[in-house]
């Protein structure tokens, strides 16, 4: 099962909607992660082994190739334009429903 970390662009509701339906996501709103790097947002999804969902794909697809680069790994970066919440919660749901976690890791997913 893929474990996945909001940053602080999602609203935490999208992480609220998910953990109802028995995925494991947690929002930086909800550790207090508002204002840190991007990088900084990356080493924590990294620590608690969750891949990260964000809308920032400029700065988040450069950190990929900077992991890739220095032989780090990372465990999944999802991307996305910015959608509404239950657009964001459907697109989710599906991704968790037809990936797994070995299949994101050290990749950035496109939803």
């Not at 602080?8 to 992660?33: F, M, P, T």
């Not at 032989?71 to 239950?86: A, D, E, N």
Request: with cysteine.
């Amino acid at each position: 099962m893929i474990r996945l970390y909001l940053d602080e662009d999602v609203h935490k509701k999208v992480a609220i909607a998910l953990r109802s339906r028995g995925y494991d996501v947690i929002s930086a709103h909800e550790v207090q992660n508002w204002g840190i790097s991007d990088s900084q947002q990356l080493a924590y999804a990294i620590s608690q082994g969750r891949a990260v969902f964000t809308f920032n794909k400029g700065d988040f697809t450069r950190l990929h190739k900077e992991c890739i680069q220095r032989g780090k790994s990372h465990f999944g970066i999802l991307l996305s334009k910015q959608l509404p919440l239950h657009e964001c919660n459907r697109r989710l749901t599906r991704f968790f429903y037809e990936h797994t976690s070995q299949e994101v890791k050290n990749n950035i997913c496109w939803i």
